[in-house]
């Protein structure tokens, strides 16, 4: 079945960006979505469409695509609340269900 | 405002049924993808389907077709997530999720609480 990559932990400084890379066959003809989640707490929509944000959501979170097989999810000045699991979501190749990444552990040092 | 209220905790023995619920409020039900998404306790999410409440289609991640049914009650505005025959695997928070646009199949840009659903062999 279709799956989707992403790196287990980023790290970094307070401050600094972080990228968060997402990887599947079928994103260049799928949008993706995605999300942070929070210990304890149900899962919150950051981007959607590759790199629509929602209303309420910092613009320190962006999102782009490379337009082939990989969307990025790119975090500007990062700050200790950001420490969080965060997960991609797009559509399978035929676009009949969907698929979340496995997910990656921002950890602020 | 948008809310999506899901019923309450269930413990639950293997080879049981249930049927869990999520009750939307604040906008047209009929006009949104409702999806249910798994999480097992330190483990990652799973999509598992969704519901367009207007027409009934139905779409289900292979993992999860044939184990699980997913309905809508057009009614009470009110979607299901169904299981005939329980497994202690089954144990997980279930989300109930409404996409973000009117044709948003796959950006849930809103959640319910969860329902912990607990089951022991």
């Known amino acids: 079945s279709y799956e989707l990559t992403q790196p287990p932990s980023v790290s970094v400084s307070p401050g600094q960006t972080a990228r968060i890379t997402c990887s599947g066959d079928?994103?260049?003809?799928?949008?993706a979505s995605w999300f942070q989640q929070k210990s304890g707490q149900a899962p919150v929509l950051l981007i959607c469409?590759?790199?629509?944000r929602p209303s309420g959501i910092p613009e320190r979170f962006s999102g782009s695509s490379s337009g082939r097989t990989t969307v990025t999810l790119t975090i500007s000045a990062v700050q200790p609340e950001d420490e969080a699991d965060y997960y991609c979501l797009s559509a399978d190749t035929t676009g009949s269900y969907g698929v979340f990444g496995g997910g990656t552990k921002l950890t602020v040092l | 405002e948008v809310q999506l209220v899901q019923s309450g905790a269930e413990i639950k023995k293997s080879g049981e049924s249930l049927k869990i619920s999520c009750e939307a409020s604040?906008?047209?039900?009929?006009?949104?993808?409702i999806g249910w998404v798994r999480q097992v306790p330190g483990k990652g999410l799973e999509w598992m389907g969704i519901?367009?409440?207007?027409?009934?289609?139905?779409r289900y991640s292979p993992s999860f077709r044939g184990q699980v049914t997913i309905s809508a009650d057009k009614s009470i505005s009110t979607a299901f997530l169904q299981w005939n025959s329980l497994k202690a695997s089954d144990t997980a928070i279930y989300y109930c999720?409404?996409?973000?646009?009117?044709?948003?199949?796959?950006?849930?840009?809103?959640w319910g609480l969860g329902t912990l659903v607990t089951v022991s062999s």
């Open positions: 519901i367009s409440p207007g027409d009934s289609d139905t």
């Open positions: 079928a994103l260049s003809n799928h949008f």
């Open positions: 999720t409404r996409g973000y646009h009117d044709s948003s199949a796959y950006s849930p840009g809103y």
């Open positions: 469409r590759d790199s629509e």
């Open positions: 604040g906008y047209n039900f009929l006009t949104y993808w």
